[in-house]
């Protein structure tokens, strides 16, 4: 959800008012998400290096982040939204927290839409703890290195329960990937908008939807064995297409 800091500077506005402005996207796209058949999305709310914002900013938009969850928790639960974090939470102040924790409770039997929350996420963050609790659970012998897979790492990060991505979309016209599931982006298609996110519309999210419904994924195979039905078993089952 990038470009909120040049969305205000170009309206003349302080950076918090594009963070403020960004939320009526998070609003927007999450509706448009579940009614268009969506079953996971995933928004990078907060990354771990934001923490290193000016403090003002830092606390803004945590304020910002926790009341606009809490104030969207009744038409996430009427919309059947399930709301889930992912992200070093133990950083966050236990105020924020246990608000955060009451709108997940509420939300938890919401079997629609899964609107997953990253928030003092970065990949590396949750790639070495994976890499911790592996060599933990190795050390004592609860696992074999031998038998250690690209499925035992998969288990241990942050999003273990869902799938991976099939389409990153990264707002404000930057060709970067900013430490965001950078393992489960292994074979998702990129989309990179020139709109700064609170100027991103549910039109646009729709057309990104089309182009990315039109594009031949092959996952490392060759357009003949994409096209044969016995390889489409073997493609990687964590990616689901929309259908
Ligand atoms: C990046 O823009 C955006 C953020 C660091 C914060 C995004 C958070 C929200 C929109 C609030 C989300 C709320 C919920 C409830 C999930 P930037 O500040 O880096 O913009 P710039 O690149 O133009 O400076």
């Given at each position: 959800m990038d470009g909120n800091g040049r969305w205000a500077k170009s309206h003349g506005m302080e950076r918090s008012a594009g963070h403020l402005e960004g939320v009526n996207t998070v609003h927007t796209i999450t509706q448009a998400a579940g009614e268009l058949g969506v079953k996971y999305l995933t928004l990078y709310a907060f990354s771990t290096e934001n923490w290193n914002r000016p403090q003002a900013e830092v606390d803004s938009l945590l304020n910002l982040i926790t009341y606009a969850l809490e104030k969207e928790t009744p038409g996430l639960i009427e919309n059947n939204v399930k709301l889930l974090i992912i992200g070093d939470v133990d950083r966050m102040p236990a105020e924020a927290r246990a608000r955060l924790d009451r709108s997940m409770e509420a939300t938890a039997n919401g079997t629609g839409l899964r609107l997953i929350v990253a928030f003092s996420y970065s990949s590396r963050w949750e790639i070495t703890r994976a890499c911790a609790k592996i060599a933990e659970e190795a050390a004592k012998g609860?696992?074999?290195?031998?038998?250690?897979t690209d499925e035992t790492v998969r288990e241990h990060l942050a999003t273990a329960p869902y799938p991976d991505p099939d389409l990153l979309i990264r707002t404000g016209?930057?060709?970067?990937?900013?430490?965001?599931l950078l393992w489960q982006i292994a074979y998702s298609e990129i989309f990179v908008s020139p709109t700064f996110w609170p100027d991103f519309t549910r039109e646009e999210f729709e057309a990104i939807i089309d182009n990315f419904r039109g594009r031949e994924r092959r996952f490392g195979l060759t357009s003949e064995q994409i096209n044969h039905t016995l390889w489409k078993d073997l493609i990687n089952p964590q990616c689901e297409r929309v259908p």
């Open positions: 609860e696992l074999d290195p031998a038998t250690i016209g930057d060709f970067r990937v900013s430490n965001f």
